[in-house]
């Protein structure tokens, strides 16, 4: 790490909570960048720790905890909470934003991603997976992640926000930057980047509105029925394009990955595309097991935690992974049990902030998998490929992923 | 027995009536729950017991007719 990011000196934290873990290091030889999570708590290591990497941050291994962060937005705020930080970060509305603050922007998206809005999107989001499948299913191979992890939810964004598809490239490499780099340099000039790309759509949907998200928030009305401050729409725009994206595309890397290499699984899947209900279930457990995200909060004032003294502006990352494994909550945590009945995973979060967009994405992996296996129901890892860089960060994945099969 | 959400913990994660639509279903404006019929028929009181034990924020009871029937007054 550069030494912009060096912290100031931890004097309110004892000696025996220091751990140092780079949340954003996966070492040479581990395939799963979850593993650097899950090799903490093998370790020991204590269920809330303080790490300095990383301008320094707290993190939380207890699924209880792990909530309560979630939940108390009165300690944990998730205004201005990035690690490492960047400094101005831009105000996500509304993710970035505390109760009662917050609501302002959730009620407007609240809406648009509602399990009845998402079931309105399901043809289309049909036809979009078999016809980024049909491009490469004679091929017998693909680079999944680039031939359609990437691809899918991009272009489902590009969709929703009445955008033309090739622009594509342009945003697939935005959000790369996004949740890839730890340059300071090119970090922030990634954010003027992004910001400059919605200036340009929103002015655009103002002038002339289509029916889209992007054009429904330009004309949604605030107070005294004026349009909301500029900025405001801007990091609402800002907000969907960094949650929508990545997390989809990795969380479905993580999910073929594992299928490449078990033929149980996709025999339980292909025999369940009938079955909504079993193939949910069957989605669910795969979304508690491969959780990408690690989510950031900032402390808004000193204060004991479980015993533990934090001090105001210090970080703390929940990690979804950690808590979705928790053996005080979930039985046998480590097994996947792809009829599991009891899941209650926080994938998407809980509280206030729970992922306004879990009904899409979950809808865009059932789709994306009901469609992949009609049409190529037998998959493996590309024999040879050697494993692929994973990383680490905010959001976990893989770089790529290359699977054949035949044809 | 009655089933009973608290409207204040409650964050719109759907997973209720992903399991049991009989019993639960969303609202189209803020995509909280929202009881279809809150004296469950003995028959689905099993599907709703694993509906409301996979709530993730702990908003969903399923209680004696006498409590949920207070808890809704309550609120």
Known sequence: MTLQFQPPKPTHVPADRIVDFDFFHVPAGITDPAEIWHDLVR????????????????????????????RNHEIFSTYQAPVPPIEPFPVMQ??????????????????MFTPLAVRGMVEELERRARTLIGGFAAKGECDFIHDFAARYPTGTFLYLFGLSEDRLDEFLLLANTFFRSTDPAARAQNVIDIYAVLEGLFREKE???????????????GDQGRQHPWQDILNCGFLLFVAGLDTVTNTMAYIWRYLAITPAARQHFRDRLDDPDAFLRAIEELMRINAVSNLFRRVTHDCQFRGVQLRRNDRV???NSVANRDPAVFANPDVIDLDRKVN????????????????????EVMVSLAEWLRRIPEFELMPDEGETRAFGGSVMGFESLKLRWDV | MRVHVNLNLCQGHARCEDICPEVFATDAVEGK????QAAVPDDLIEKTRLAVRNCPEGAL??????WARDQDTAQ
């Not at chain 1, 509304?94 to 809406?111: E, K, T």
């Not at chain 1, 002038?207 to 054009?215: L, M, R, T, V």
Request: hydrophobic share 40%; net charge positive; with cysteine.
């Open chain 1, 43 to 70: 370790r020991g290591a204590p269920r809330i720790f303080y790490t300095p990497r990383n301008g320094g941050h707290w993190v939380f291994l207890d699924y209880a905890d792990i909530v309560e962060g979630y």
């Open chain 1, 94 to 111: 509304p993710q970035g934003m505390d109760p009662p603050d917050h609501n302002v922007f959730r009620r407007l998206l609240a809406p």
């Open chain 1, 207 to 221: 002038k002339n509105p289509g029916n889209d998200i992007a054009s429904a928030i330009v004309a949604a009305q």
């Open chain 1, 317 to 319: 990352i929940l990690p």
């Open chain 1, 344 to 363: 209650t995973h926080v994938t998407f979060g809980v509280g206030p902030h729970r992922c306004v967009g879990s009904h899409l994405a979950k809808r």
């Open chain 2, 33 to 36: 729950c929202v009881i279809v």
């Open chain 2, 61 to 66: 009871r399923l209680a004696s007719d006498k």
